[in-house]
């Protein structure tokens, strides 16, 4: 019986590597998801133990020993069983000959696999090879022909960091900000040239930028350059494109005037929008709304730097959500998420989720609760320091757009009549955006992990 008196299906394993754990994942090692079996179900509901490593646990255990960095490791075919290898590292025939790149196991328009991997003899041997420059034919024993690009080799035998910066799009230099970057806020004028580029490059470096000079005067200018971002908005309970003032037309407290703290929105949603934007249109009779931005990972940092063990229990610990103002509906993620989760391939910080306003459950027995909390205000007084938090009046014809997995927004409580105009857009739709207005589709494509 584990220390929280419910038994746990693993507890015998979990005992045995409880001794390897630090004091957190022992607390950690006994948060339960409870998953209910279907009524009439053989099961009684079992408590099942959700075990997670803590974040810098994460690092992939064979990271070290099997990737090359892609470099110019040397790619050879022969030795006893005649086997490719980059760098002195065997790519296993099955890998190869499902990746083959010919008209008849690929769609050259839709990059798309045609052939059934598991068609594929085991047994399959290289019969012949002939290297030249920069790729290698290879003749397979059934008699089929291969042909691969000795740089799609290396990108397979990569390290997963290495892959992460293309596949994540991650920035070569993020800037992290508290409030002195009022001073200099990251900004592009619509117009300029090359201004996506620019845009995605602020946002992936600060997450976040102005948009300046765009035509208020109608909503299309704003509408377009955001369905620029990512091709197209994302549709939810509230719209597509939305303008929203105090009138709660949705039961929500952003259609009303009352102050709100730094959050990140659609906690609610099993993937919280990407990007967010706000373009002011108007403010007559009366006065606040001023626009909050906090830096999440510059906070998520802080934290772990200043509280680890709260930084690992925010990392693991599941939290819930709903949006239930709306009449019918009720919308929650099909599972908890931790305030910070991590890229499981590199362990980088990849999204902060935080809304005290629609939390609902917190994923701990009752009775050990209080360790959320304590770890949580500790992130909630970092994320309200004066140092941290970036204030600024928006002003007509400047869209605010941010990464809503990285920064936090909220206002200051405001009298009048206040209109904004914004959107949201998909993490994968702007992600994909920004890649190919960076690298490219040669490289970008080229770096999809087939392996
Ligand atoms: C659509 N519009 C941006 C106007 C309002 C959205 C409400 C967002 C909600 N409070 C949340 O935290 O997700
Ligand atoms: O009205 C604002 O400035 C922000 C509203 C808000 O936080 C939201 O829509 O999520």
């Known amino acids: 019986m584990s220390a929280s008196g419910i038994m746990t299906r693993s507890a015998?394993?979990?005992?045995?590597?409880?001794?390897?754990?630090?004091?957190?994942?022992?607390?950690?090692?006994r948060s339960?998801?409870?998953?209910?079996?279907?009524?009439?179900?053989?099961h009684r509901a079992k408590w099942q133990t959700t075990k997670r490593p803590l974040a810098d646990e994460r690092k992939p255990l064979w990271e070290k020993a099997y990737f090359l960095k892609p470099g110019?490791?040397?790619?050879?075919?022969?030795?006893?069983?005649?086997?490719?290898?980059?760098?002195g590292l065997k790519v296993p025939n099955i890998w190869l000959r499902d990746n083959c790149q010919c008209s008849a196991c690929f769609h050259g328009d839709t990059r798309q696999r045609l052939h059934d991997t598991f068609q594929i003899s085991r047994d399959l041997t290289i019969k012949s090879h002939q290297t030249e420059g920069n790729s290698t034919d290879i003749e397979w024993s059934d008699g089929h022909r291969s042909s691969y690009s000795h740089s799609m080799l290396r990108q397979a035998c990569a390290t997963f960091e290495e892959r992460a910066k293309i596949r994540q799009g991650l920035p070569e230099k993020p800037v992290y900000w508290g409030s002195s970057i009022s001073e200099s806020p990251p900004k592009v004028a619509h117009d300029a040239p090359e201004a996506l580029k620019a845009i995605f490059h602020n946002i992936r470096t600060y997450g976040f930028t102005y948009i300046t000079g765009v035509d208020y005067s109608t909503p299309e200018p704003t509408k377009d350059i955001l369905?620029?971002?990512?091709?197209f908005l994302r549709q939810t309970h509230y719209?597509?494109?939305?303008?929203?003032t105090a009138d709660l037309a949705s039961k929500d407290t952003a259609y009303t005037n009352i102050a709100l703290e730094a959050h990140t929105?659609?906690?609610y949603f099993t993937e919280p929008s990407g990007l967010q934007a706000f373009h002011l249109l108007s403010h007559t009779?009366?006065?606040?709304?001023?626009?909050?931005?906090?830096d999440g990972f510059k906070a998520a940092f802080d934290l772990k730097a200043k509280h680890r063990e709260a930084y690992d229990i925010l990392s693991t610990v599941n939290v819930h959500a709903h949006a239930s103002g709306n009449d019918g509906i009720s919308i929650q993620p099909y599972?908890?998420?931790?305030?910070?989760?991590?890229?499981?391939a590199t362990g980088d910080i990849l999204q902060v989720r935080w809304n005290s306003s629609d939390r609902a459950a917190i994923e701990l027995p009752i009775s050990e609760v209080e360790k959320w909390y304590d770890a949580a205000r500790k992130f909630d007084k970092l994320l309200k320091k004066k140092q941290n938090e970036y204030w600024e009046q928006l002003t007509p014809g400047n869209i605010l757009v941010f990464d809503n997995w990285r920064v936090l927004h909220g206002r200051s409580a405001f009298t009048g009549k206040r209109t904004i105009s914004g959107a949201y857009v998909m993490r994968d739709d702007w992600i994909s955006k920004y890649k190919m207005s960076r690298w490219g589709e040669g490289e970008v494509l080229g770096a999809i992990p087939t392996s």
């Open 227 to 231: 369905t620029s971002l990512g091709g």
């Open 72 to 87: 110019d490791a040397p790619v050879e075919v022969g030795g006893r069983h005649n086997d490719l290898r980059v760098g």
């Open 12 to 29: 015998p394993r979990l005992r045995s590597l409880s001794n390897l754990i630090p004091k957190t994942q022992k607390l950690l090692s």
């Open 265 to 267: 929105d659609n906690t």
């Open 285 to 294: 009779d009366g006065s606040g709304g001023a626009s909050l931005l906090v």
């Open 335 to 344: 599972r908890g998420f931790p305030v910070i989760s991590h890229d499981p």
């Open 32 to 42: 339960l998801a409870w998953t209910p079996q279907p009524e009439g179900s053989e």
């Open 239 to 244: 719209g597509g494109f939305y303008v929203f």
